[in-house]
């Protein structure tokens, strides 16, 4: 299950498929972006950062990637599991500046078995 | 070692009350910020704190204020209360050198307005 280009809020995926989760960023001068995972009844859970001098990172299980000059960052997860099934927020701010995170719109991500 | 936690978990209030939300920081944690989540919404800032000083501000009313103690402990309280405020609150807690990197949330506290 791959969700390519656009935001979109809901993600249904079969367990051990590829996930894609795309966010489109606000803000040029952002030079730091987060993906967190919000589970139900719990607060976000960081998973992976990625600063503007960098297009990739790879993590265990996940990678992001920054298109900075279409402003769009995507988070890949392999061999998707149940225990994905959350909320994924991309988050960005100006790192240099100090300025607070802002978040995007999640996604929900439901992987059935 | 307890991360962040908040208190209490969940709170029931009427339009025009005041209510006091409370956060202790992951421990060696300095700094404390605070946020926002509407139903089906990413986390919005309100405020962080830092050296008991609130050190920026997002797009929120005075009616929203805080307070950071010396144990690096920290209080939401919010004012007037509208029904536009109910939300879950969440707490974070980072050190201060690392900015908004390494930031570690709390479960937050689910706040209904009546």
């Known amino acids: 299950g791959e969700n390519v280009g656009l935001h979109l809020p809901t993600l249904s995926v079969q367990e051990g498929d590829n996930s894609i989760i795309n966010c489109a960023y606000s803000n040029s001068a952002s030079d730091y972006f987060i993906w967190y995972k919000q589970e139900s009844g719990k607060g976000p859970q960081f998973i992976i950062d990625?600063?503007?001098?960098?297009d990739k990172r790879q993590g265990q299980r996940v990678t992001v990637l920054l298109n900075k000059t279409v402003k769009h960052l995507s988070l890949q997860i392999a061999a998707t599991q149940p225990g994905d099934s959350a909320v994924y927020f991309c988050a960005e701010n100006n790192a240099q500046a100090g300025t607070a995170l802002i978040f995007g719109k999640g996604t929900t991500l439901s992987v059935s078995s | 070692d307890a991360g962040v936690t908040q208190s209490p978990t969940h709170l029931i209030k009427t339009r025009g009350q005041q209510v006091t939300l409370r956060c202790s920081p992951k421990s060696g944690h300095d700094t404390v910020s605070w946020y926002q989540q509407a139903l089906g919404q990413g986390p919005q800032f309100i405020f962080q704190y830092y050296e008991e000083e609130e050190r920026q501000r997002g797009n929120f009313p005075d009616r929203f204020s805080g307070h950071q103690f010396p144990n690096y402990s920290s209080e939401l309280n919010v004012n007037a209360l509208l029904l536009g405020d109910s939300a879950l609150y969440l707490c974070?807690?980072?050190?201060?050198?690392?900015?908004?990197?390494?930031?570690?949330f709390g479960s937050g506290t689910q706040l209904s307005v009546l």
């Open positions: 990625i600063r503007s001098n960098m």
């Open positions: 974070a807690s980072s050190l201060f050198e690392y900015r908004e990197e390494k930031l570690f």
